[in-house]
């Protein structure tokens, strides 16, 4: 797929076709957070299958479909499921939605995902805030923006030294803690996976100051940030990284974890929207 700005407005537009408004928040929902979209009023689904060159994605605990309306009076669009490099798209499919969303008029996007736990006192069920990130797969050639720049969104070498927004992060802090919610922060690293880490490889992440790993969210921050984009993120703590060797890390406790995350998710997002 060769990215153009044609191929985004034309997605764009099927999409505001069969919405009444333009959506300010753009969310996206990671593996099992699936259900903060349901408590979106006067829902426009649309699955992705029904969208011209929208990946669709193939992974248990994505159901694959736009959830579009109001959330706490913002009106929002949800991607219930995400796309993944190792599903076997490119970065720039992978990012796409992101790029619609922008030619849609999005100004804020909250970005989720399911992660190990790096730092020692995380445990499965803990929310983390995302302070900052650790683009592995960027460094190792896997960045979105490689490429032609399209300079309709931004420049050819954006700026991510605030990447995740101050005031945003403010919000979420603030929301938590009226609501006596725990909320962790830390460094997200993102992995291409689909395997997971060796130990070696968690503890090498420890050291470069990650606290919890996965394999998304990284590539859709750099594209918002490069289309001006304001980015909240959130990490829902699916599992322990194991970092000594001695459990096994599995997607179906990754899934069951995501039951305990998205009422504190929930509350956490819609808290955030209401003081937007
Ligand atoms: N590693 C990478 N990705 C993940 C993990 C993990 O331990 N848990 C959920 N997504």
Partial sequence: MQLSLELIDRIAQTIQSKIPSRPRIGIILGTGLGGVAEKIQNPIVIPYQELPDWPVSTVMGHTGQLVIGDLEGQPVLAMQGRIHYYEGYSMQQVTLPVRVMQRLGTEILIVTNAAGAIHPDFVPGDLMLITDNLNLAGMSGLNPLIGPNL??????????????????????????????????????????????????????????????????????????????????????????????????????????????????????????????
């Fill in 151 to 276: 300079d309709e969104f931004g420049p050819r070498f954006p700026d991510m030294s605030q990447a995740y927004d101050r005031q945003l992060c403010a919000l979420a802090r603030k929301v938590a803690s009226e609501n006596k919610l725990l909320l962790r922060e830390g460094v997200y690293a993102g992995l291409s996976g689909p395997s997971f880490e060796s130990p070696a490889d968690l503890r090498f992440l420890r050291i470069a100051g990650a606290d919890a790993v996965g394999m998304s969210t990284v590539s859709e921050v750099i594209v918002a940030r490069h289309g001006g984009t304001r980015v909240l993120g959130f990490s829902g703590i699916s599992n322990k990284a194991n970092l000594d060797g001695n459990t096994v890390t599995l997607h179906e406790e990754v899934l069951a974890a995501g039951q305990l995350i998205v009422p504190k998710l929930d509350t956490v997002i819609r808290g955030v929207l209401r003081l937007l």
